[in-house]
């Protein structure tokens, strides 16, 4: 149900590929509490995912953009400020890719190259977002930028490789950036560390499903779904939450403070 909680804002979404995505129902459901945003991704994920017809529910435009690249960036937000009608309220970073995960590297015999192409992709580019945006002057005061994390920023999980020092460097990238951007234009930046989900992203990680099969034992409530972690992510957005910034925010059903659960000790 909606609630008009973004009624007057706009916005740009970040890594919206298919129905999977966070980034899909975080745009969905920004729309129906009344934002106006624009929709942007790498050309290439363009062509792969299924954007378009996003867009075109929400009756809003794709922009493309590599996040890697200062120029396509500044792009984006000019065009999307033009768009929409003035400066932004919220922006959200969901891009994440290694290509050691993808060919199948081990940690253990890391390729870096590719090392360098997932810190570029997966974390860099929160910083890269975040400063075009400073110098663009491009969001208002109060606003709110979030990127997507997860718990192996501060926990070891042997599957998800050297995504998790992506991680590490975007949570620090979010408290290091929201102290100045703070200071100069009260804009706030957070992560959110979300539960395993199964977006095409996640279950490219190997042994996912046992992943997350062990990560919703764990979990006093379970994994997060996709619909809640959307509902956070528009409450970071809304002026409910302004004076929460530089935080690493847990949407995880409780995994993060759990040593052991019963579930996982019947097991044994």
């Given at each position: 149900m909606?609630n ?12 919206a590929l ?5 980034a899909?129902?975080v745009?969905e ?10 929709l942007t ?5 363009l062509?792969?995912g ?11 435009e794709?922009?493309p953009a590599d996040?890697t690249s200062?120029?396509d960036l ?6 999307s ?17 290694s ?7 081990a940690?253990t015999d890391?390729n870096y190259?590719?090392l ?5 992709i997966?974390?860099v580019?929160f910083?890269?977002?975040?400063q ?14 979030l990127g997507l994390?997860?718990i192996?920023?501060q926990r070891?999980f042997?599957?998800y ?6 991680k590490?460097?975007?949570?620090s990238?979010a408290r290091?950036?929201g102290?100045?951007?703070g ?13 395993p989900?199964m ?6 990680v190997g ?8 990560a919703?034992k764990?979990s006093p409530?379970?994994?997060a779904p996709t619909d809640d972690?959307a509902n956070?992510?528009l409450m970071?957005?809304s002026?409910?939450t302004?004076m929460v910034?530089m935080?690493n ?5 409780g ?5 052991v659960?019963?579930a996982?000790?019947d097991k044994?």
């Amino acid at each position: 149900m909606a609630n008009n909680l973004l009624e007057g804002k706009r916005g740009i979404i970040f890594g919206a590929l298919d129905e999977k995505s966070i980034a899909w129902r975080v745009a969905e459901r920004a729309v129906e509490e009344g934002a106006k945003i624009t929709l942007t991704n790498a050309p290439i994920a363009l062509r792969m995912g299924k954007i378009n017809e996003l867009a075109e529910k929400c009756n809003t435009e794709v922009i493309p953009a590599d996040a890697t690249s200062v120029e396509d960036l500044e792009n984006l937000f000019t065009k999307s400020m033009e768009s929409l009608g003035g400066k932004l309220d919220f922006v959200l970073h969901s891009i994440g890719m290694s290509p050691n995960v993808r060919k199948g590297k081990a940690y253990t015999d890391l390729n870096y190259d590719f090392l360098q192409k997932t810190l570029d992709i997966s974390a860099v580019s929160f910083h890269k977002t975040i400063q075009t945006a400073f110098k663009l002057d491009a969001m208002t005061e109060w606003g709110s930028i979030l990127g997507l994390s997860y718990i192996a920023a501060q926990r070891s999980f042997p599957g998800y490789n050297d995504m998790a020092e992506a991680k590490s460097l975007l949570e620090s990238i979010a408290r290091s950036f929201g102290y100045h951007y703070g200071v100069s234009k009260k804009v706030r930046i957070n992560t959110i560390s979300q539960s395993p989900t199964m977006t095409t992203a996640g279950t490219g990680v190997g042994g996912f499903d046992k992943f997350f099969a062990y990560a919703d034992k764990m979990s006093p409530l379970g994994n997060a779904p996709t619909d809640d972690c959307a509902n956070y992510c528009l409450m970071m957005f809304s002026d409910y939450t302004r004076m929460v910034t530089m935080q690493n925010l847990y949407h995880d059903g409780g995994f993060s403070n759990v040593g052991v659960s019963q579930a996982i000790m019947d097991k044994f």
